[in-house]
């Protein structure tokens, strides 16, 4: 697909250049420009945008258009789960408001109806943003003083929840818990974030991966009766399992053994349909995830891949991989209306696709 | 009323042969048809043994007490108590209804005739009768006489009492527990028991003497005394009749209070050891010999033993900032503190955990606090906490414990713990909260017995014991329950006064006695269980004098003995 | 009135005097009865919430709708406060505040505002738990549901009716689908209310009522809802106790007693009953034996009490707190009542429930919490021991004992436990059985969110 720097809705291009809208690097250039945006809200901007820019006229062409984009859109990630969450959204919302409508538009309906859902799906990206700071809040209550919060992963929401916790005069210990697979964004991340809450007067330790259950039993006594663990998601499948960095589920089975609550903070458009029945690699590749960490080898000279690989995507998304974390480890999730129990998401997903 | 008795690990026994004088059992003759009845309905004659005496009588394991005075006013009452038992007329034999082991005193109920008992020793009622006469007057011991009043053996049962009124009420669960021999007495105690079994018998049934520990020791000096005592009758080996002669002092212990592993186990000792005698070995010689035994043994295996342990555990305490849960009342444990804290000068607090109806926990909390572990005494670093088990989750929330502590009354073949009932809880709550939980036990509470749950191997207390009574206004437990109450709002045993608290107390006397007509209700029944059974999985460690142990070890330490 | 001066200080004296009183005094009344513990227990308190705030209602001069919510916000607050571990007082004031809305939403629904007719009382909770916050946090965030009502009620959206402060604008992309010009056609659900205050079809009230008569009803009906709600609770016991069970329960409750009893008349079961050792076992001992009414209920007038189970031929073994762990391998299901339900299907329970219901687990015993409605709180755990309440410390340690009062470090007599919700398997409330993992839903559908955080 050639590139295509039409990036707004200015004014609506020829019909058919939906063939010339590259959803693709449009998705790249929005993640890679804007640190704060996440990938789910990136693929519905990018939907949003091919929307405006192809401008179709009838309804089957819209949802064929999007249905198209997506899968494109899906495919070339190697981690589209969290993708997938907000494509779905959008397409959901979008089909959800064709309904109310006759089946016959004029053309001029039509288009008015579809600046209304640009219109109103902008609205709801530009909400969302602040959808971080409200799961902080909610999260708040959750970090008393004196206690102690385990951080795995460089997640952004995790990181908002500790920062405002320190910027509420919380006195509260944080260990952040790094892995071999810290890549440097992440890595200028937690060094960020160690910072800022060093300047609170929070302290910090930082261990490695392996140490998790040494450190956990090392804690002084008053310390640890007041502990939590704390992982951002990057999506909440339908059973309320959470797909996190890869590590994550080791994390929350740690936690689980020493009877620690482990809570995922996620907004709530990072829920997706999606239902494994397992957590290991197939399943992942059922649902997009190129991601296969169990590879035997069968002779020493097989140096073409020494250690496991995840197809790099370009930008964005997990680059150390991600994995499934099965409810029953999960305490709660903190979205940003609330707190939720992993049975909770079920219903609210049965809800949106009715 | 005695749930509140002092189940202390107190050891009231003598190593002196002094038996004051006692009342001799009546003709032997006329044990089996004798049916004295002590049912006068509402009639207490438990002497309560009184809190100061065994207070003076705690000991460190081993040491020697004489009997004190309150010791030997303790046995005039008994003697007391029997000849009232004696004067009484018959009511009639209750043969049927059995007396829950252990009872603590103040419920008017049954004395059984061990009719059973009787005839058994009917046999060897001869060559006994003859013993007794050869054997040499006890030091002070002082024939009574039968009182004239004494009815005739062979009288009728004139009057059927009125059973079910304090009958006996079998927990169906448990029916297995309950003991199928009539309960001991003091006056169908057969003439051939030994004073010092009688009176450990009582204390036993009272609780005076409680805890594994100490009954094992009262049990080994008393069977000391015992075969100090004893002289071989003429066609026998001492070897041979000693041991049963030996069983009989025994069985009576027993159907006092059932015999716990730790007991079980030194008896089974003794016997072997009897058994192995020398035959030549010349009487005073043999008894030496075995007396000599006993004291090793009782210095290795219990003195000895719960020093090591107790210095065991001290070393697993820090020197500061630990936390340690107790429960009840253990001797090892209690000694273990207070090495810590005394010896070691080691700073730490205990969060002692109690339950109803024995409150043994708060003697344990007494005795600590006594040693000085409280702000302004010898020990000011330490601190005790006192909680009840409902109480459990809270306390260990609130307190950040660190370590558990558990007393045992028998580590079983399977690993699991045998102790005090509520044990499992405390012990499964602590893991709750991660806390390591170490039992200390010598190792003569090991046993290859096994049980998986708490009911196949426990022991029934009194049930009455649950019958709530408010402490405070229980100053005689001789008069019966309704009495009491009546005793109470007259005597007013607190400093009240006034119509308004009159009525206060009128109702705190109701609700008192909610439960006291409970075995009137024929589908009510209450269940005091002495012991329970905490699984594996719950224990962490093992300290007996022979190292640290993971509870699974406990068959590698060579047990003693099987089943029995 | 003469008559009060004879009452001891609690329940029956605040309703004696609830006629007599002007209105003002009668809430400082019940904020000193609350402060004072004269008054405690899940049901006294919601009933003396409910009495107060029917006085209020019906003495208020607002007769707006606005302000009728401000004034009973207000007064609520103030309860809340004066009764902070009493769960229900918070939970009446939230019905009372939904009844109030709900009146509202009806009236509003007759103007032609919408669209779509209001046949159905709209849906009146959001989607999603929202948390209970602490006051310093953010305002309530009543429109970040992110699922939208799938039936909206447009006049909330436009009216304004100087309630709590409300973000103007939908915020999340699912709600945009509420949004005026998308509504989604699919029917709403219809507002899962509790016991005798179902509204099934409620006929449409002319606009000319008075408003406040209305929502008098609506109190007068949460107030019989409290009344009826043992006996509701208790009509579901055939179901699931069985014959020759073995059934194993801690200290007492009103709702546990009837529901045992409900069975037991046609049941033949054994009761193993622990006695909760400080706090409830004359309570218990007395039920057991039938003997009188345990301290606590003499004001409500339950009879319950008359005829104890064992009159009904059960047999029942009590035991004391140290046995559970031993005993709970005999036992087939555990049944035993909570004084309060929180948001995840938590529970909060007479002191003692968390070895209890530990035991079970460890042997397989399954447990069942009855809880009536009006015990559902939206409350958010946070921090499980906020809920634990202290009791009378002489109840451990005599005063009596001198020596262990001035030695010992701390004593202390927890009252109420904190149970995870992970150690219940069933809920049976006013509407029947409640899975754990949907209690969420049953106690948001009873509260509107804008009343999550009073």
Redesign the interface.
Known sequence: MAPNDQTGLATPPPKDSSSNFDIVSHYNRLISSDPSTTPAIAAIESLIAILSATSPSTITETITLLQSASTTLLASQSNPIPLSAGTE?IQR?II??F??QPAQLSGHDFTQLRR?LIT??K??VS??K??RS?IA??A???I?DDSTVFAYGSSRVADAILSHAAESNRYFYVIFITSDSTDSNEATALHQSTKRLLAHGIPVATIPFPTISHAIASLP??Q??NVLFLLGAEAVLENGAAVSNLGSHLVASVAKA??IPCYFAAE??KFTRQFPTSFGDRDLQRMGAKQQVLRFRSSMDDDKEIEWSVEESKGGGNDGGVDITPPELIS?LI??????????VA??LI??W? | MSENAPSTNGVSASSSDATPSFATMPDPASIAEQTPDTNSGARQERPQPKQASTAENIAEAGAGVKLTGAQLKQRKQAEKAARRAEKVTVKGEQAQIQQVQSSSSGRPDVKQRRSSQGEQLQTPQSHHKRKLSNQPPEPGAVRIPFRPGQQPPSTPQTQQPPQPKHAEKRVPLVSHLYPSGKPASLTTASREIHPSVLTLALQLRNLTIAGSTARTLSLLLTLKRVIKAYTTPPSTALSRHLTTHLSHQISFLSSARPLGIAQGNAIRWLKKLISQLDPDLDDNDAKKFLCDAVDSFIQEKVTLASEVIASQACSRIEAE?E?ILVFGKSSVVEKALLKAAKDEGKKFRVVVVDSRPLFEGRNLAKGLLRAGMREGGDLDGCQVVYSLISGLADAL?QN?V?KCFLGASGMLGNGSLYSRCGSAMVAMMAK???VPVIVLGESLKFTAKMAVDSLSLNEVGDADALVERDESQTFTSDVPPKQEDAGKKGGGGKKKGGDEEQKEEDEDASKNGLLESWRDHPNLYLLNLMYDITPKDYLDMVICELGTLPPGAVPVIGVHGGDE | MAADLLLVPGLASFRASLPSWPVEKSIEHLISLFRRRQIRGPKPCALATAWLLRKVVSTTRATEPGKLILRVQDVGKKLVEAAPRELTVGNIVRRVLGAIREEEENREADTPLGSEPNSIPPTPA??????F??AS??AP?RD????GR?QNRPALLSQQTGGPERRP?V????S??A?P??????GGSSPIRSGSSTPSTVPQPPQNTDFRAEVLEAITEIVDELDQADEQVAGYALDHISSQETIFTYSTSPVVQRFLLKAASKRKFTLIQAESYPNSHKATHATVIGSKIPEGYEDLDTESFSKPLIAYGITVLLIPDSSIFALMSRANKVIISATGVL???SIVAAAGTKPLVTAARFHRVPVIVLAETYKLSPV?P??PFDFVDYGDVQKVVPYQDREMQLGLQSVQNPVTDFVE?EYVDMFVTNLGGVAT??M??TIRDQYHDEDLEL
């Open positions: 959204l919302y959800t408001s309904k109310q209304q109103n799906s609205l709801f909400q969302t602040s959808a409200k809040k909610h708040l209550p959750f008393r006594k008053p640890a009766s020493n009877s709530s458009y709660g979205t940003e209306s609330g707190i939720m129990t992993c049975e909770g219903e609210e809800k949106l009715f | 900032g936390t929330e950040c660190t709750q909260y991660n | 959001g989607e999603l738990p929202t948390s916050l602490p946090a953010i965030a970040d549901s992110p699922l799938p604008a915020t999340s992309m699912f945009i689908m949004h010009t998308m509504r989604g056609s699919a948001s995840n299907g958010v946070y921090d919700s993992g949907y969420y839903r």
